[in-house]
């Protein structure tokens, strides 16, 4: 009999002590790894041994500036090519790869590969953000604790996801939209025997990130009153124009790729000449540089005005896109954040100055376009809002976050099939899950779908009455298989046609002594999914369905065809649209 699939067993309490003990880890890696960004950009921009945080948009370098992305172009495009190919990017979507292709199994050296050349790149002045190599860094610890232990492949996918969320909410101090993050981007999956543990650990990485820097929001922002229903339209329309924003943005980050593809030089140099462009932004707009946690906290502040951050959402982008395109390391949250932000402080100022009726706070706008801009080119819908409510601790701000971020999420996905973070590997040929649903196989009982017209012999039939039978084009005698029952009507076992017309059979024998095997069966009470488990492990295409009150009578058989025959129902749901209610017709009586 298939087991019944329990959505907890106690193996998961050991994989939520160890997601636990992940977190924990993961947390002193962004501490490291923040320590390590801070020592090299204290080196690169002002000559001082420091692990202090900083930003390099206080240098006095002048026009020496410009060579420092370069170095740091190099150094990384050297560690890429004698190191790892997989350091290039912002980690995300390889760590996708290796959950969907490769059993969640990391190559350990990235563990420190990853976070390394990371903070050079962005100590060097790369407008990355922290967040994404220390989520790539977290994937990579729970990964290859999860090759270390003797554990299934889901089992180390949970790990994984759990490194990456406890990775997050540490950096940050964003726990659920971590979780979040980790449900819609790396488990493909809601299932409390992976969720519990993820959160867990994101739990545990906030609890000490807690500890070492306090519990202040990651961006702090003053009070906001609630939106009113004209502000929350306009919200609504800003989500709808950040969300063609983040296609643009994707398409063009893409492109770039594509250009540098086409360069004729190793592609270990192609850091170095996106580090030119950095450089050069980074000269004529310092605040470019580095990961910017302190733009996103001015713009959703009000401290910015509306050409600061017209030309901030500009150079940031084009900084931004080239550095990502020319593949060197670091993550696109903090960019994405920065560039949304200021595309809705603009915004936000804007309907102030022509539209003052709506009613628009521009820090509010500049809130939500930042959310709304991630929500629509990663489609991390509900880690999009959660994230901007749990960086600002502003209630308030949740009700337009949600409006601006569905509107995004609806336009990015009307008029772009892949994501920021999923073109990458789809150009590769990988199919990224993109929607999530109930299993419907999970819904249909054995009972509700098998065939309840059961040909069966019984045991005492001589083998040449069921081969005489089987040959005079009876109906019901054209099956592959047939139950064989007792004289009380309980079934036996299964024969199949050859087991009947084979020579090993003798015409005197009694049916029953062909058996050789117990009959594999399934229950009525059994859902489709478990039946279609158990075909696949026993290599079957048919299964026999028991019933009755002493559960061993033959109610029926289930079949391939019967599996494939229930997903009808679902397509005609999904497709076929049908009034149901029809208005009575004036003058017509009851």
């Known amino acids: 009999m298939p087991r019944h699939f329990r959505p907890l067993e106690l193996r998961v309490l050991w994989i939520a002590v160890l997601a636990m003990a992940l977190g924990l880890l993961v947390a002193l890696a ?22 202090q945080f900083s930003s390099p948009a206080g240098n006095h370098l002048g026009p ?17 090519r004698w190191g790892s190919p997989a350091i290039r990017g912002h980690g995300i979507p390889e760590a996708m790869e290796q959950v969907l292709l490769n059993e969640s199994r990391i190559a350990p050296r990235m563990t420190w590969l990853k976070p390394v050349s990371s903070a050079i790149a962005i100590g060097t002045g790369g407008p990355f953000g922290a967040e994404g190599p220390i989520i790539a860094t977290g994937g990579a610890l729970g990964s290859l604790l999860g090759q270390w232990l003797h554990v299934t492949a889901d089992e180390r996918k949970t790990l994984l996801a759990s490194g990456a969320a406890a990775g997050m909410a540490a950096v940050f101090a964003a726990p659920i939209s971590a979780v979040l993050l980790a449900l819609e981007l790396l488990l493909f999956e809601r299932r409390a025997r992976s969720l519990i543990p993820v959160a867990l650990a994101a739990a545990m990485g906030t609890g000490l990130r807690y500890m070492l820097e306090g519990s202040a929001p990651m961006f702090p922002m003053p009070g906001m009153a609630v939106a009113t229903l004209p502000a929350l339209a306009a919200y609504m329309a800003m989500g709808m124009l950040t969300g063609v924003a983040s296609v643009g943005v994707t398409k063009l980050t893409y492109a770039i790729e594509d250009g540098f593809e086409k360069l004729p030089i190793h592609w270990m140099w192609w850091p170095a000449i996106g580090g030119v462009v950095v450089g050069v932004v980074g000269y004529l707009m310092p605040a470019t540089l580095g990961v910017g946690y302190n733009n996103i906290a001015a713009e959703i502040a009000g401290q910015i005005g509306m050409g600061g951050m017209l030309a901030l959402c500009l150079m940031k982008l084009l900084s931004w896109s080239v550095a990502l395109g020319s593949g060197t390391s670091g993550g696109t949250l903090a960019p994405l954040f920065t560039i949304g932000g200021a595309l809705g402080g603009v915004l936000g100022l804007a309907c102030v100055t022509w539209l003052p009726w709506l009613q628009v706070d521009p820090r509010v706008a500049a809130l939500v376009c930042m959310a709304a801009i991630f929500a629509g080119a990663s489609r991390a819908f509900l880690a999009s809002v959660v994230f901007a409510f749990e960086t600002t601790q502003q209630p308030h701000g949740l009700l337009p976050l949600l409006a601006a971020c569905a509107t995004a999420y609806l336009v990015s996905g009307l008029m772009m099939r892949n994501t920021i973070m999923t073109e990458k590997i789809a150009r590769r040929g990988v199919r990224v899950p993109s929607e999530y649903a109930a299993d ?16 069966s012999l ?5 083998v040449a009455d069921a081969r005489a039978w089987m040959s005079s084009g009876d109906g019901n005698a054209k099956h592959q298989g047939f139950p064989v029952l007792d004289d009380d009507g309980r079934l036996l076992g299964v024969l199949t046609r050859r087991d009947l017309l084979g020579t090993q059979a003798q015409d005197g024998q009694a049916v029953a002594a062909l058996l050789h095997r117990p009959a594999l069966v399934v229950r009525e009470n059994h859902s489709l999914r478990e039946a279609a488990d158990h075909m696949v492990e026993a290599d079957v295409g048919r299964l026999v369905v028991l019933g009755g009150q002493d559960g061993r009578r033959v109610v029926g058989i289930i079949t391939r065809g019967d599996l494939l025959a229930a997903h009808a129902r679902r397509l005609r749901e999904a497709r076929e649209a049908s009034r149901h209610f029809r ?3 004036a003058g017509v009586p009851r």
């Open 30 to 51: 962004a501490q490291a790894l923040t320590g390590l960004i801070g020592l090299v950009t204290n080196l690169a921009f002002y000559g001082r041994w420091s692990t």
């Open 64 to 80: 020496w500036v410009i060579a420092v992305p370069v170095l740091g172009g190099l150094v990384v495009g050297g560690m890429a």
């Open 440 to 455: 419907h196989l999970e819904r249909i009982s054995v009972g509700d779908a098998c065939s309840r017209q059961v040909s």
């Open 458 to 462: 019984r045991a005492s039939m001589r």
């Open 583 to 585: 208005p009575r017709a």
